[in-house]
């Protein structure tokens, strides 16, 4: 059920100076969105700095994995049609390629496996993708590449059992779109325009660089130690996972629809059974993380259930948030960031969402009381899930393992990574007064929201630690890496 809530100008723009403090921009996009449409805009610098082009509404961004939602609508189409089944083989529809399995006895693939990220296919899939890293954030870096068919030629392989690990992909959302496109007999990106963008009257909104979208394009930019530097246009070869250009209007318009179920002023993409199916958890690595719905990220605070998708794509972020039962939604798009995904789009979105629905400014709970009484349990070692690929992208982020130790009084989940402001450790939290095993991490210093942190217990012993969606078990100490 929606509630009233009350826009306040000046408050929505002192929270976005003081977002823009920590994470500049060159220029930026901001909507608030409710149900009936877009109820409050802000553009702030420039889209182009050599030509001192001004943001405003109709500013052509490049939105990252937030494409990723339009895939799973165009997915949810087909199985409202029903011409797909999600808990079917992929090898069903996928007709240009096939996925492989990389060691005998593993299950097949299914469309619920690829989006919800659990279809066992790496952020990069082969050890030889590690020579072209960039490949795996859906951005060429060689040669281009002409189809998905000559991409994965070889196959795409897979190497766990689907359905029993999360690991984010580029890759499952790009067989999504390939699967759209052999089943509906129409190439992805006309399908997109035909059944998605033109339904709901996105006029500046594609899946490729065409007419639509090129005169208003904004230029992209990372902050070097010099300033502002533009960024090569690169193509995405992985188009369903990332490719999509689009502007604050338009996404307004987008949000608008999924608030009210699946419609807007200029028609209809789903029906309201279907979007509410796509907000609910289809994958959860323990009932106690908010785990994820079919193209879309959860999470819940204070009973109020969030939904949304941020996007990374050179030179570009961008952050889609939105609260279905207050009907209420933020849109941020920026021109300035690097692949490390650090940038303004998501601490401002969520910052402005959490302000709309009268959420603390921080999400990291410091009322609730310590159990030093269960920290002997929980300190030790943790390692990754087997799956050397599906293990890459998490072991450049978190190094060989996570400790769980005390320190300063406090409890520290501490990787062992390249990235300072994880490596020095992350203070655990207590997030649950009634369970001693859940915690909250403080990701403000990456430009993320704070995660959830659950420790899962098996005959009195604890066993795993879920960082999110992404399962540690614990290690002999003998056995940990330092």
Request: positive net charge.
């Given at each position: 059920?929606t ?22 921009s ?9 149900a ?8 702030r ?6 030509w001192?082009?001004?943001?405003t509404?109709?500013?052509v ?23 797909v089944?999600?808990?079917a ?18 299950g097949?693939v ?13 952020y ?11 490949l ?6 060689v040669?281009p590449i ?10 795409l ?7 029993t690990?999360?690991m ?12 759209v496109?052999?089943v509906s007999g ?9 059944e998605v ?5 996105l ?6 660089p ?5 005169p208003q394009?904004a ?16 193509g995405?070869p ?5 490719a999509?250009?689009s502007?604050a209007?338009?996404?307004a ?16 993409i ?5 979007i509410e199916t796509?907000?609910h ?11 994820v719905?079919?193209?879309f ?20 972020l ?7 039962d207050?009907?209420?939604g ?6 300035t ?32 009381a310590?159990?030093p ?5 929980l ?6 899930m087997?799956g ?7 072991r450049?982020?978190m190094?060989?393992g996570?400790e769980?130790?005390v320190?300063?009084?406090?409890l ?18 207590p997030?649950?007064p ?31 630690l879920?960082?999110?969606?992404t ?10 890496p330092?």
């Open positions: 059920m509630a009233e809530i009350e826009l306040r100008e000046p408050q929505l723009a002192e929270i976005t100076v003081r977002v823009l403090d920590r994470w500049p060159a220029g930026i996009a901001i909507a608030v969105v409710r009936t449409g877009l109820a409050w805009f802000h553009g610098g420039l889209a182009d700095t050599e001192r082009v001004p943001v509404e109709n500013t961004f490049r939105i990252g994995s937030v494409t990723k939602t339009f895939t799973a609508v165009a997915i949810m189409q087909l199985w409202e049609q029903g011409l089944d999600l808990d083989p992929v090898s069903r529809y996928l007709q240009a390629f096939e996925l492989v399995p990389t060691k005998p006895g593993l097949p299914s469309l619920r496996h690829l989006l919800t990220h659990t279809a066992g296919i790496g990069w899939p082969r050890p030889s993708d590690l020579l072209r890293p960039r795996g954030s859906g951005v060429e870096s040669r002409s189809s998905l068919a000559q991409l994965y030629h070889r196959g392989p897979y190497e766990v059992e689907p359905g690990k999360w984010y992909s580029n890759h499952g959302f790009a067989v999504l779109g390939q699967i496109e052999d129409v190439p992805f990106d006309r399908y997109l325009r035909s963008f033109d339904r709901l009257g006029e500046h909104t594609d899946l490729v065409s007419d639509r979208v090129r394009l230029t992209g930019y990372v902050l070097t130690r010099h300033g502002l530097a533009a960024v090569p246009r690169h995405v992985t188009p369903g996972g990332g999509v250009y502007t209007r338009d996404m318009r987008y949000a608008s629809a999924l608030l009210a179920g699946g419609s807007n002023d200029a028609g209809v789903l029906k309201p059974a279907t796509m907000f958890p289809h994958f959860q690595a323990d009932p106690r993380v908010p785990g719905g079919l193209g990220d959860l999470s819940e605070e204070g009973g109020r259930r969030m939904v949304g998708k941020d996007g990374v794509v050179s030179g570009f961008s952050f889609m948030t939105l609260a279905p207050h009907g209420i933020v849109i941020v798009l920026t021109n960031g690097g692949l490390d995904s650090r940038g303004a789009a998501v601490p401002l979105g969520d910052a402005i969402l959490r302000h709309l629905l009268s959420l603390p400014r921080s999400a990291i709970p410091d009322d609730l310590p159990h009484e269960v920290w002997a349990e300190c030790g070692w943790y390692g990754l087997p050397p690929m599906t293990n890459a992208f998490m450049l982020v190094g060989a996570a769980i130790r320190r300063g009084g406090h520290l989940l501490q990787p062992l990574s390249p990235i300072p402001a994880l490596r020095r450790g992350l203070r655990l939290f997030a649950d009634g369970d001693p095993y859940v915690f909250r991490v403080d990701m403000a210093g990456v430009g993320k929201p704070p995660m959830p942190v659950v420790f899962v217990k098996s005959a009195g012993t604890v066993e795993r879920c960082f999110g969606e399962v540690f078990r614990k290690r002999l100490t003998r056995k940990a330092r």
